[in-house]
């Protein structure tokens, strides 16, 4: 065994000063290696090319495994910030999908880079349209009463969207309008690293959980996003149209306190 690993690691060696990516993975089968075709006759002034040198073989419950794909090391502005005012100043450019013709401000999100708890909503209406905040207007207003009711300052949350500029008339965003937006979501995400997240209503949950499912069947369950837990509740805006789904969003946001908690 100490020949072959010997032979694996000159052989990385060679491979990283040729600009190859071939690592060494431990207990996992070795994945099949797709067939060649056998190459032409070259013609008889060409010389044949030469076939890059195989991996050399592994002693057992080691295996080779190819290449990352180039395509993840293409520069991602999004996938590449660093921080949410990063991330804000690119939503600021963005001219990725129709929202952007008829906006006055984006609305890329607020609160603490730290937040415990990240709240999503569907997106900005006319007074964050106004204002570049997110639920500034009568929904925030009844936001800021579900949070204080579970212990939670506004200031201790980070709040945004899915899409970050206002949809017209406040039309629910279309599939490729949140599609367009959603990375900028994603990534900032990644940065707060939340205990928690609560998504407020059908799209953000949609989105979130990359289902088509109605809100009615993703109350009450405990769901996940890359591993952080998603509560999903109804939308401040909705309860303004019907208090009689004051009770169950309190039910919801209590599961969510507790998730802090534990």
């Not at 060649?36 to 080779?64: D, E, N, Q």
């Not at 406040?170 to 939340?194: G, K, S």
Request: glycine share 8%; aromatic share 4%.
């Amino acid at each position: 065994m100490t020949d072959g690993l010997a032979l694996a690691r000159a052989y990385l060696a060679q491979q990283r000063l040729l600009g190859g990516g071939w690592v060494i993975r431990a207990d996992a089968p070795a994945r099949p290696r797709p067939a060649v075709p056998p190459a032409r006759p070259p013609a008889a002034t060409t010389a044949a090319p030469v076939a890059p040198a195989a991996p050399p073989p592994l002693p057992p419950g080691l295996h080779w495994e190819p290449p990352v794909s180039a395509d993840l090391f293409t520069p991602d502005p999004v996938r590449d910030a660093g921080s949410l005012a990063a991330v804000a100043g690119l939503v600021a450019a963005c001219t990725k999908c129709r929202l952007c013709e008829t906006r006055t401000h984006t609305v890329p999100g607020e609160g603490p880079a730290d937040a415990r708890l990240v709240v999503v909503g569907e997106g900005p209406g006319r007074t964050e349209d106004a204002t570049g905040r997110p639920f500034v207007g009568r929904a925030g207003e009844l936001l800021t009463k579900i949070l204080g009711a579970i212990d939670l300052a506004r200031e201790q949350v980070f709040i945004c969207n899915v899409v970050k500029c206002r949809p017209p008339d406040n039309r629910t965003p279309q599939q490729d309008e949140a599609a367009m937006c959603a990375p900028y979501l994603f990534r900032q995400i990644a940065l707060v690293r939340p205990k928690v997240i609560l998504a407020l209503g059908g799209p953000a949950a949609q989105t979130l959980l990359n289902t088509r499912q109605s809100l009615g069947s993703l109350r009450g369950q405990v769901h996940r996003f890359r591993d952080i837990p998603v509560i999903v509740t109804y939308h401040p805006a909705a309860l303004l149209r019907n208090p009689n789904w004051k009770k169950p969003t309190w039910d919801d946001v209590r599961i969510a306190r507790r998730l802090l908690d534990d």
